[in-house]
């Protein structure tokens, strides 16, 4: 134990000792009053003897016993008195009651026996038996604190151990030995009873200290009894509110768990309809990693493409159209730098090693916090190869309804005006806003009842049969006269309903001033108003080709003015030119019979004659005219005679082609001049001629056809887009054993006459087709070849097979066949052609339409047949840059372009005629810029060059 513990006990024991010590005193006190009491009786009761010291002493002593006792009762119990005065009480009483048992010792002793002589030793020794007692009582009780003991027993032993020295008693020296060792007995019993008191109180008090301070655990741990059932209930409570949370959260978890897969369903059907989305849009995803330089592509679910760029964003940069790298930097570089929301641009990037038209959009997503530098980038691009596409096409269209010079317009399933083209309001004179809305009749004036009549027909025609196309006369409410063509077709949906009617209106009246003045500016010469020598071919050549009519039996007859150079120079210009204004009037005078009078250039001129039966009748006709024309001329006044030389060649007799027979008919007139002019020249026959009748040619060609010298030619088509090789152009040449390479024109028109053309014609086929499958072979997959046809073939009827066996003979699929037609195979429009020409477009094989213009270059061809293609003729492409002749060619590509059809230009020869024809929409170019007709070696040669470059 601690010392503080140590003196508290100590304190503690002292003030229990002397407190117990006070409330055993008052027993001591008792005894003393008894033992005092008793002595008195004894005495009292033994002797008569009234001893005054003994009486006093006696007296006193009980008072002071009997106060003593009183007091110190009232001391124990008083609150006031401290422990250390109650010590001091109890000493003094001590010492008082033992001096009180000394002077009675000695009374008695002395006193007593001096003074009584009838006290006996018996009474002394009562008396010492009586003070013994209080010694033992004295033990018993006073030894709690032992000074008490040692106060009242050293006074009281005093006058024994004193009395032989100072009273030098006779009492022997044996009681007093007796007495000595007594007291001694009695002081160690005090002592030890002293000692066993206060081990007794120590231990009581240790106990009490034990006593408290487990009473103290008790209650504390009483309390932390309380504590912790008072925690256990916390923790029961907590414990329950857990598990309530727990089946809630377990609840909440459920619910959660439940809406996440609902929420996780949806995102995956989000994401599938995303990815169809963007697979259907062409939509792909982009991540830029500024940070790590990299570029995440993903264009499907699973591909990601990964591109690590260097510094200098090489790999992108490569990716990126040069012309449109600057656009694309600038706006990457404003959205980089903050000053737009988004990043927006329209560019070509390479795909599959092609240029390819995306729409890219992105945001930054993440910029330092500090620098503000981008970090990331997100976006999509879209594939808008095919928009551009589609909206140039349908800027072109868009183009071609504003620019076309023919009125188009939509109408309603109504027949009431939704669209028309300014064309349109520009011929009828009526502005936009009064057409739109209005019927297809609100227009025009309907008073006469014939009139409404027709247009009412018209309008069930349109509504039931979807279409209409015939000539109309309308008088317009603007007050407008025209004469049109009216063609509507109706445009139906998926399911064949009616939705719309497009329709074209053509001025009539306008075109065919147009068409007139351009064939005659064309045809005819503006000095002498005769048709020139187009004209003049062109006349002779559908004479030669159209077996249907009656001639079959003509003369040509060539004159030319003798010495008109001399005549022109000794006059002057303006005289020659009215002396064949002159000339050529009395020529048509005299010739109203002709089939046809040209001047073909300076002083020539030519005249067609049918001869029907009559032989001798041109020879009278050129002595008529040779007369006529020798009659004097008034020049300004002035009279002039000349003399004319004529060369005449006669059909079939001296030629059955243009060609031979023009070239037959100058022979003769060199002839005649030869001879000194004014002379009338009959060719000869035997003088120079490849083919000295027909008769042998056609053998000829038949021994051809059978050795294999015909040969074909290719030329190419090329596509103006790319200027790669679009097809060829199959042309037939007969590798003469004498004449060596003849040309076409020349053994081609004899051919027609005969089964021959037939024959050359698939021959010319089966080689075509053959070619197409050798090229095929060689990996030239898509090469078109272009076989011309004449009208005797088509007439013939063999057409169709011949075409079929050359197909099929070589497998070739009929898409890579096209055939050129003439207009003049087309004049005859009848019934049959059409028929074969619609069975060959349903076979698949296209049709083009060949040397347009030269012909009538009638709009009707184009709209009644099948036909894909114009060939515009070289005789247009040849005077490119001619104002004039340009308007044909501009008119021919808007007038194709205008009817969907494709365009050839043939004859290109020069770098300006392309240019040319490219700025205006030509597709297709053929001719000696690019290359001649090619053998079959030298083509497939051609081809792979094209290939390497
Ligand atoms: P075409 O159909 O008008 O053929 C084009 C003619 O123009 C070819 O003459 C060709 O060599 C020539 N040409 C091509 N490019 C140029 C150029 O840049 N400048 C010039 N001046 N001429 C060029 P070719 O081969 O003499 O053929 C003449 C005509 O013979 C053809 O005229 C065609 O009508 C006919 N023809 C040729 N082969 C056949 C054939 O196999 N069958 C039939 N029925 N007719 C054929
Ligand atoms: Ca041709
Ligand atoms: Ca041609």
Request: aromatic share 10%; hydrophobic share 40%; proline share 2%.
């Amino acid at each position: 134990m601690s010392d503080i513990q140590d003196e508290l006990i100590t304190e503690s024991l002292s003030t229990s000792q002397i407190k117990r010590a006070a409330q055993h005193l008052r027993y001591f006190l008792m005894w003393v009053f008894v033992a005092s009491l008793f002595n008195i009786v004894m005495y009292h009761l033994f002797y008569d003897y009234s001893s005054n010291h003994y009486n006093i002493w006696m007296f006193f002593n009980m008072v002071i016993v009997v106060i003593s006792c009183i007091l110190t009762r009232k001391f124990i119990y008083s609150k006031k008195i401290t422990p250390l005065n109650l010590d001091a009480w109890c000493q003094l009483l001590c010492l008082t009651i033992g001096s009180s048992i000394g002077i009675g010792v000695l009374i008695i002793n002395h006193y007593l026996m001096v003074e009584n002589s009838e006290i006996t030793g018996i009474h002394v020794l009562l008396s010492s038996l009586m003070t013994s007692s209080i010694y033992i009582i004295g033990i018993v009780y006073l030894t709690q604190r032992l000074r008490y003991f040692i106060y009242m027993f050293i006074p009281s032993i005093l006058p024994v151990i004193l009395a032989k020295i100072i009273f030098a008693s006779n009492v022997p020296h044996v009681y007093n030995y007796l007495f000595y060792v007594w007291f001694t007995i009695v002081f160690i019993s005090a002592i030890l009873t002293h000692r066993i008191h206060r081990r007794l109180n120590l231990l009581n008090i240790h106990n009490q200290f034990y006593l408290r301070q487990s009473k103290i655990h008790l209650d504390e741990s009483s309390l932390l009894q309380q504590q912790l059932e008072q925690e256990i209930d916390k923790c029961k409570g907590i414990e329950n509110d857990l598990q309530m949370h727990n089946q809630l959260l377990e609840q909440k978890v459920k619910e959660r768990t439940y809406h996440i897969n609902q929420i996780n369903d949806r995102l995956e059907n989000h994401q599938a309809n995303l990815d169809f989305a963007h697979e259907t849009a062409g939509i792909s995803s982009w991540l830029w990693n500024i940070e790590k330089r990299t570029v995440e592509l993903s264009s499907k679910k699973t591909e990601v493409r990964v591109i690590q760029y260097d510094n200098n964003l090489e790999q992108i940069n490569l990716l990126i159209h040069p012309e449109d790298k600057p656009e694309y930097n600038k706006l990457m570089r404003r959205h980089l730098r903050g000053f737009s929301e988004r990043f927006e641009a329209t560019y070509r990037i390479l795909k599959n090693n092609q240029w390819c038209w995306i729409e890219d959009i992105g945001k930054v997503i993440a910029r330092d916090p500090i620098t503000h530098k981008p970090l990331r980038m997100v976006g999509i691009h879209r594939d808008i190869e095919q928009e551009i596409k589609d909206q140039e096409q349908l800027k072109l269209a868009a183009n071609v309804f504003n620019q076309v010079e023919q009125g188009v317009f939509v109408l309603d399933n109504n027949l009431c005006f939704i669209e028309v083209n300014p064309f349109f309001s520009k011929l009828v004179d009526i502005p936009n806003e009064q057409i739109l809305g209005k019927h297809l009749f609100d227009l025009t004036s309907n008073t006469i009842f014939e009139i409404s009549n027709k247009h009412a027909e018209i309008s069930q025609q349109v509504i039931l049969h979807g279409e209409y196309d015939a000539e109309v006369q309308e008088q317009f409410i603007s007050g407008k006269h025209l004469t049109l063509w009216l063609h509507i077709n109706a445009v139906r949906d998926d399911n064949s309903k009616i939705i719309n009617y497009i329709g074209v209106i053509t001025d009539l009246t306008e075109r065919i001033k147009h068409e007139q003045r351009l064939a005659y500016l064309e045809n005819y010469n503006l000095l002498t108003d005769l048709p020139n020598r187009v004209y003049f071919n062109l006349h002779l050549h559908q004479l030669l080709v159209s077996k249907s009519g009656p001639i079959n039996h003509f003369a040509i007859i060539r004159i030319n003015i003798d010495r008109f150079r001399n005549f022109n120079e000794f006059l002057n210009n303006q005289a020659g030119d009215e002396l064949l204004k002159q000339f050529s009037k009395r020529l048509k005078q005299t010739s109203f019979d002709a089939l046809l009078i040209a001047y073909l250039n300076n002083d020539d001129f030519a005249l067609i004659y049918n001869l029907g039966s009559q032989h001798n009748f041109i020879g009278q006709k050129a002595e008529e005219l040779m007369s006529v024309l020798q009659k004097p001329f008034n020049i300004f006044g002035q009279e002039h005679t000349i003399s004319i030389s004529m060369g005449i060649a006669l059909f079939p007799e001296h030629g059955r082609q243009i060609s031979s027979l023009n070239n037959h008919a100058e022979i003769a007139l060199v002839e005649a001049k030869k001879l000194g002019g004014n002379t009338i020249y009959y060719y000869d026959n035997k003088s120079n001629s490849i083919f000295e009748n027909d008769i042998h040619l056609e053998r000829d060609l038949r021994q051809a056809i059978k050795n294999d010298d015909l040969e074909v030619y290719y030329q190419p088509k090329i596509s103006a887009r790319d200027m790669s090789v679009h097809g060829f152009e199959a042309l037939i040449r007969w590798s003469h054993p004498d004449y060596g390479v003849i040309q076409p024109d020349a053994f081609l028109p004899i051919a027609e006459e005969s089964s021959l053309i037939s024959e050359i014609g698939q021959y010319v086929m089966l080689k075509a087709c053959k070619q197409i499958h050798e090229w095929q072979q060689l990996g030239f997959q898509d090469i078109r070849i272009s076989v011309n046809v004449v009208a005797q073939q088509i007439h013939r009827g063999q057409l169709m097979d011949d075409i079929n066996l050359a197909l099929s003979t070589y497998d070739v699929a009929p898409q890579s066949i096209e055939l050129e037609l003439t207009e003049s195979s087309l004049v005859n429009k009848s019934e049959e052609v059409i028929e074969l020409l619609n069975k060959i477009k349903e076979r698949g094989i296209e049709i083009a339409l060949d040397d347009f213009g030269t012909g009538y270059s009638s709009l009707a061809y184009l709209t009644d047949y099948p036909i894909n293609t114009l060939k515009i003729d070289k005789s247009f492409i040849s005077k490119i840059g001619k104002s004039k002749d340009e308007a044909i060619v501009n008119a021919i590509i808007a007038m194709g372009k205008a009817l969907g059809l494709s365009l050839v230009a043939e004859g290109v020869e020069t770098f300006e005629q392309i240019e040319y024809l490219q700025q205006r929409g030509c597709d297709f170019f053929q001719g000696y810029y690019f290359s001649k007709p090619l053998n079959s070696t030298q083509s497939t040669e051609f081809l792979n060059q094209k290939v390497m470059q």
